[in-house]
Antibody, heavy 120, light 111 residues
Framework: QVQLVQSGAEVKKPGASVKVSCKASGYTFTTYHMHWVRQAPGQGLEWMGLIYSGGGTTNYAQKFQGRITMTRDTSTSTVYMELSSLRSEDTAVYFC?????????????WGQGTLVTVSS | QSVLTQPPSVSGAPGQRVTISCTGSSSNIGAGYDVHWYQQLPGTAPKLLIYVNNNRPSGVPDRFSGSKSGTSASLAITGLQPEDEADYYCQSYDSTLSGSEMFGGGTKLTV
């Protein structure tokens, strides 16, 4: 069965960086695209960007350009999302989610979420 | 402020029917991009409810249905049950700039 298992909760200081992982299993990793979606406390869902697990091509939401990096390791079927220059507004639960297509796809499978807390 | 607009809240009594709207524009829903819907219970990841406008994944009751017309889409829930109380989000692709997935602001359903 398809599973996306994310790394554990993180607490970071303002200005620091965080790297969250998402390990995939139960399907051919390189066939799909992985997206990152975050949800601030009490707020809605916000799309951050995606990476093609096969070739590594990325597309980031304009809001995060310059401080987000998505990478993947095909040997371990793991995708990583690194966000730098953290500020308090980045406190949120971060989800990875899989689509088959590069655009206009639907998120059939989601990770369990990783809480990132940014606090001095 | 989301590109896709949803009502913040809707409510209905058990057994009733409710609809949740998702209004976009010519760069997303109006451009022909598909709309997908998710249900999110507190403290959990979103769950795919409707994909490609009006398709239900296996296991989703047929009480849930989706439609799309012009620059808008709707989620209808019939025969409301207490366990339907959750947040609902629409999602579509927007072709502005380099293109991106967009979510509606979410709708809290109270049963």
């Amino acid at each position: 069965q398809v599973q996306l298992v994310q790394s554990g909760a993180e607490v970071k200081k303002p200005g620091a960086s965080v790297k969250v992982s998402c390990k995939a299993s139960g399907y051919t990793f390189t066939t799909y695209h992985m997206h990152w979606v975050r949800q601030a406390p009490g707020q809605g869902l916000e799309w951050m960007g995606l990476i093609y697990s096969g070739g590594g091509t990325t597309n980031y939401a304009q809001k995060f350009q310059g401080r987000i990096t998505m990478t993947r390791d095909t040997s371990t079927s793991t995708v990583y999302m690194e966000l730098s220059s953290l500020r308090s507004e980045d406190t949120a639960v971060y989800f990875c989610a899989r689509t088959l297509t590069w655009s206009s796809g639907y998120f059939e499978y989601w990770g369990q979420g990783t809480l990132v807390t940014v606090s001095s | 402020q989301s590109v896709l607009t949803q009502p913040p809240s809707v409510s209905g009594a058990p057994g009733q029917r409710v609809t949740i709207s998702c209004t976009g524009s010519s760069s997303n829903i109006g451009a022909g991009y598909d709309v997908h819907w998710y249900q999110q219970l507190p403290g959990t990841a979103p769950k795919l409810l409707i994909y490609v406008n009006n398709n239900r994944p296996s296991g989703v009751p047929d009480r849930f249905s989706g439609s799309k017309s012009g620059t808008s889409a709707s989620l209808a829930i019939t025969g409301l049950q207490p366990e339907d109380e959750a947040d609902y989000y629409c999602q579509s692709y927007d072709s502005t700039l380099s293109g991106s997935e967009m979510f509606g602001g979410g709708t809290k359903l109270t049963v």
